[in-house]
């Protein structure tokens, strides 16, 4: 029998598909990581299908019960919010299951990691999604690893965690651009667009759920000859200075090639 991976909403109840509503209405069992708020969503729904708890602390020795459940009729599995498997339980489930031989069939739906990342207003074509950041020092580890990554990254935080997390953020790739997401499609959504340091200001005393979306690592602009460069080489060549010595002191000054500032120098000759 199959193992249905179903997406549920994010926050707003109304974000679920019709198919997900039918899936969860005809599976013999729906293994949720928190049965009370799955609970309220299927209430909602009037769907009376029957549950059992399928959550992190439980996710290795309740996975033979559900694999035997399996073998009865299929199961549908939830998680709090979004599709299952993302940063919460489910995974070692799937992989069980597949490794059985049981169909695996993704329900989607609402996700949070999508949802954050297209109202950021930042780089939607490659993004990099880094789930829970770890806590203290592991968490300027990974910064470090992904700082010079041109790809937008997405990560979530708790409350009482987004302070630190967006002082290391700060402290190890810069002050960014940012879009911090609050409470996604719920009663007090907001979606705050601008620098790290000004969420910091913004965010003083943070309350809810939270995705951050932070901006890739910018290549350096290539650096130009200007007009306002040559008439600074033509100046030094008219206070007696050498090519050698102005071309490299120019060179330091504004990152331009030595060639390239060479080749000027003997235009303005």
Not at 251 to 268: C, D, F, I
Request: proline share 5%.
């Amino acid at each position: 029998m199959p193992l249905y991976i179903v997406a549920t909403p994010i926050g707003n109840l109304e974000d679920i598909s019709l198919r997900a509503l039918r899936t969860l209405r005809e599976v013999k069992l729906i293994a949720a990581e928190d049965t009370r708020r799955t609970k309220q969503l299927l209430a909602s729904y009037d769907i009376k299908t029957p549950t059992t708890s399928y959550h992190e602390r439980n996710k290795l020795t309740k996975l033979d019960y559900i694999l035997d459940c399996l073998s009865e009729g299929d199961v549908a599995l939830v998680s709090d919010a979004g599709m299952p498997g993302i940063s919460d339980p489910g995974h070692e489930l799937i992989v069980a299951a597949s490794g059985r031989g049981i169909p695996i069939i993704p329900i989607p739906g609402a996700s949070v990691v999508v949802t954050a990342l297209v109202v950021s207003g930042l780089d939607t074509r490659q993004f990099r999604y880094l789930g829970f950041l770890p806590k203290a020092s592991a968490r300027k580890k990974l910064l470090k690893s992904i700082a010079g990554d041109p790809a937008t990254i997405v990560v979530l935080e708790t409350p009482h965690r987004l302070t630190a997390a967006l002082n290391d953020i700060l402290e190890v790739l810069g002050d960014r651009e940012i879009a911090v997401c609050r409470e996604l499609t719920k009663l007090h959504e907001e979606v705050f667009r601008g620098r790290v340091s000004q969420a910091m200001e913004h965010f003083a005393e943070p309350r809810g759920e939270f995705t951050l979306v932070i901006a890739g690592q910018k290549e350096a602009e290539k650096p130009q000859l200007t007009e306002a460069i040559e008439k600074k080489l033509q100046e030094m060549r008219r206070r007696g200075v050498g090519a050698k010595e102005a071309v490299a002191k120019l060179a330091e000054e504004t990152g331009l090639a030595k060639k390239e500032l060479y080749r000027a120098w003997l235009k303005s000759g």
